[in-house]
DNA sequence: TCTGGGGTCCTAGGACCC
DNA sequence: TCTGGGGTCCTAGGACCC
């Protein structure tokens, strides 16, 4: 088959968190849709989370970006009403979105919490013309879980996302290669996916304003001043994109991690330490549940004055040991930190190895087993009995969670790439 | 009441080997 | 006393995504 026969859809929830909380809020009782005043979902400031993670198409009228701090937006608006996140939430009502999808076809991809992807390659047989399906899709969504999204229809999954994004919301477009010319070309720049801040000012010091410039631009200038990522974009700009709908994200996952801003500064070890544990505790669970071993422990921090940095380490015995991992995540720690007040902290395991038994018994001893042993009876009970049913003796009385992390825990699997 | 969390991939430079 | 080149692996940092 060739690529042009392919049929793909974009679904794209418009306002994602936003519109989950304003319908949830309204099944229960409010009297006022979020989604038709300037509202956001936004962090607590006073622990340090105040930033908008989403926005009413009211808000967006006052110019609120999605990442910027409350602060901020509350400037912009100052009637401004800001909600708390409620991610079980934002997880359910993309579970109820993907099983209506399933309905249409078994071939999707999450691409992320509120976009999938959507193989309609040879479905016309079962549903009709693509357009008209997509549209019902819209509808089927809108009637049963309240909340609408874009659906953007074409041969490739970058077109598709290019065209969920062309009209919202609660609207099926369509960008076929033959529309890119019409369409796309006339777009800003930075409208393309993969063109961020940086790669578009480099851009513009090249002349290049919009979509239809670059892809009009010499490929080889556009290699040499941008590498392989400059490649990348011209063919995105062009509407070459041939990559497959994925439906098993966790066969392509690379690594796994988890990190907090804490709501004070860190000033001490032992402080350091006792987050790093809480951090190693639910990334090393995710790990085992994931049923792969580790070879490259990281550990990141960031300064008071938000200054990144990070020290990492391969391990030449692959393992997925809470203890062992919390043994290496602490030397890193203390190889890079220098006294300096830090705001937030990270762990990150990558290198991932299956997990096989027969893999794993090259590596076992009586020592290693008794801590598997360990590891795996305290994530039955706290998978049992909730993550608060155990925790060290270290956590008591020290203000801080024995697990830290898994805002989403085990869903979605979040990929910049197509 | 001032700046989240979870991902992926790429590049540059150094170490080390032949 | 002058000073190769190719290759791989590792680490740190940065750019991008939602």
Request: aromatic fraction near 8%; proline fraction near 4%; glycine fraction near 6%.
């Amino acid at each position: 088959m060739h690529d042009k026969d392919k049929i793909i859809f974009h679904i794209d929830v418009n306002s994602a968190y936003l519109s989950w909380e304003a319908v949830y809020r309204l099944q229960h009782g409010a009297s006022v849709d979020l989604r038709k005043i300037p509202s956001v979902v936004g962090g607590d400031p006073k622990t340090r989370h105040g930033i908008v993670l989403a926005k009413s198409i009211p808000a967006k009228k006052y110019r609120i970006k999605t990442g910027e701090t409350l602060y901020e937006a509350t400037n912009k608006c100052p009637n401004l009403t800001i909600v708390a996140p409620n991610y079980a939430l934002y997880m359910k009502c993309s579970d109820a979105m993907i099983n209506i999808l399933k309905e249409y076809s078994p071939h999707i991809q999450r691409f992320s919490v509120d976009e999938c992807f959507l193989n309609f390659t040879n479905l016309q047989h079962l549903h009709g013309n693509p357009v008209s399906a997509a549209h019902r899709i819209k509808e089927q969504i809108k009637k049963k879980l309240g909340f609408t999204v874009s659906i953007g229809v074409s041969s490739n999954k970058l077109l598709a996302k290019m065209g969920s994004d062309l009209k919202k919301p609660d609207a099926v477009t369509t960008l076929f290669p033959e529309e890119i010319k019409e369409k796309m070309w006339p777009l800003p720049i930075e409208d393309l996916y993969m063109v961020g801040r940086d790669t578009a000012s480099k851009l513009y010091k090249m002349g290049i304003y919009t979509i239809g410039d670059l892809a009009k631009a010499d490929l080889n200038l556009i290699k040499y001043k941008l590498k392989s990522h400059g490649e990348m974009i011209w063919r995105y700009a062009n509407g070459i994109e041939t990559s497959d709908v994925r439906m098993e994200n966790y066969i392509t996952r690379r690594g796994l991690g988890n990190s907090t801003t804490v709501s004070f500064d860190v000033e001490d070890r032992p402080t350091a330490h006792l987050i790093l544990l809480s951090l190693t505790e639910m990334t090393a669970m995710r790990l085992r549940d994931s049923e792969n071993l580790c070879s490259i422990v990281s550990v990141k921090a960031k300064t008071h004055e938000f200054h990144r940095y990070s020290h990492q380490r391969k391990v030449y015995s692959p393992t997925d040991s809470t203890k062992e991992i919390y043994e290496i995540v602490k030397d890193l720690f203390d190889e890079v930190w220098d006294g300096e007040p830090l705001r937030h902290l990270g762990i990150r395991l990558s290198g991932l190895i299956p997990n096989e038994p027969y893999q794993t018994s090259i590596f076992d001893n009586k020592y290693k087993e008794k801590y598997r042993k360990l590891d795996k009876a305290v994530d039955d009970l706290r998978q049992k009995y909730g993550s608060k049913i155990l925790m060290r003796a270290g956590f008591l009385h020290s203000g801080i969670k024995p697990m830290t992390g898994g805002v989403h825990e085990d869903y979605p699997i979040m990929s910049s790439i197509l």
